[in-house]
């Protein structure tokens, strides 16, 4: 079962208290499912109690009863279930009973709240929190988007509106608006899980993050101690070990035995143990020591061009 089945289920289980709310709800249900628009009697779902609570709208609110049928999906499983209408006349009965609706269904908050859930039943998904944050609303057209847009405003939800293959939905994607939302349609135990998940999610990143850390800060000690053991080599090669000035033996040896070991755990194994940048600076001496030993002298440079012109 998918994250919108579980949190549309849970929706389609609140009853409204007062009839403006019922009536909100329902004008939700009605507009963005089309069964106002002309050319429309019918209204598909793969979730039963989002059909059955449409049928019953009709009834309490309008006065149709609108039937309930099921087909079977061939190949996906499941069934669907279409809300028909079954004439004109009540279709018309549907239609006038909101027609010229506009703001005054929605002038209570109480009653804001029951269409966004009634909009949200017919034309809205969730995406499962682990995978992304993004709520979507299939609205149809511009004009839906905007009223939809609107009615989000009231409650402090920015809504961004798109056209996607000539049909026009609104999305949300920040996860703080998409709980507030899901609180205000009635939905507490999907919007819980959606902040569990994010906790889980945040615990996670920040684990990944301090792993990518703590690997860079391994891959910088690694590559500073090669750079640190080949010079090393070089001064062992030209001047021999003896040829290391004495306080710098220890950690010239130190480091040869121990490429892994931090600047920290190279101090605290010194015989004396000195301080990280001690240590540092220790390095640092032999690393110019090599490199003004391997260098040659500008003696040499002249005897190299007069061999090479031989």
């Not at 001690?278 to 007069?306: C, D, F, I, S, Y």
Request: proline letters at 3%.
């Amino acid at each position: 079962m998918s994250y919108s089945t579980i949190a549309k289920t849970e929706l389609c289980g609140i009853n409204p208290e007062s009839d403006c709310c019922r009536l909100a709800e329902a004008y939700g249900l009605m507009l963005y499912s089309k069964l106002l628009s002309e050319g429309h009697d019918s209204y598909a779902t793969d979730n039963r109690a989002i059909a059955v609570l449409m049928s019953e709208t009709a009834a309490s609110v309008c006065g149709v009863y609108a039937d309930v049928l099921t087909f079977p999906q061939s190949g996906k499983g499941g069934s669907k279930y279409v809300v028909k209408i079954p004439n004109a006349g009540q279709k018309k009965i549907i239609c006038a009973h909101f027609a010229g609706a506009g703001r005054g269904i929605l002038d209570k908050d109480c009653c804001v709240d029951a269409f966004l859930r009634g909009v949200f039943l017919v034309c809205g998904t969730i995406t499962e929190p682990m995978k992304d944050y993004h709520m979507e609303f299939l609205a149809g057209s511009e004009r839906k988007c905007d009223i939809l847009c609107d009615t989000l405003g009231r409650i402090g939800i920015q809504g961004h509106k798109l056209e996607r293959s000539g049909r026009w939905l609104i999305y949300i994607k920040d996860a703080d608006e998409i709980i507030r939302l899901m609180k205000h349609m009635g939905a507490s135990y999907a919007a819980q899980h959606i902040e569990q998940t994010r906790s889980f999610r945040d615990f996670r990143n920040y684990a990944n993050r301090r792993v990518n850390c703590d690997q860079a800060n391994i891959d910088r000690t690694l590559s500073a101690s090669e750079q640190q053991r080949a010079a090393i080599r070089r001064l062992i090669k030209d001047r021999g070990f003896e040829g290391i000035p004495p306080e710098l033996r220890e950690i010239a040896k130190l480091r040869l035995e121990n490429p892994e070991m931090s600047l920290r755990d190279l101090s605290e194994n010194l015989s004396e143990p000195i301080s990280r940048s001690g240590v540092n600076h220790r390095l640092k001496k032999l690393m110019e020591l090599a490199e003004e030993t391997h260098t040659p002298t500008q003696k040499e440079k002249n005897r190299k061009q007069v061999d090479d012109k031989k």
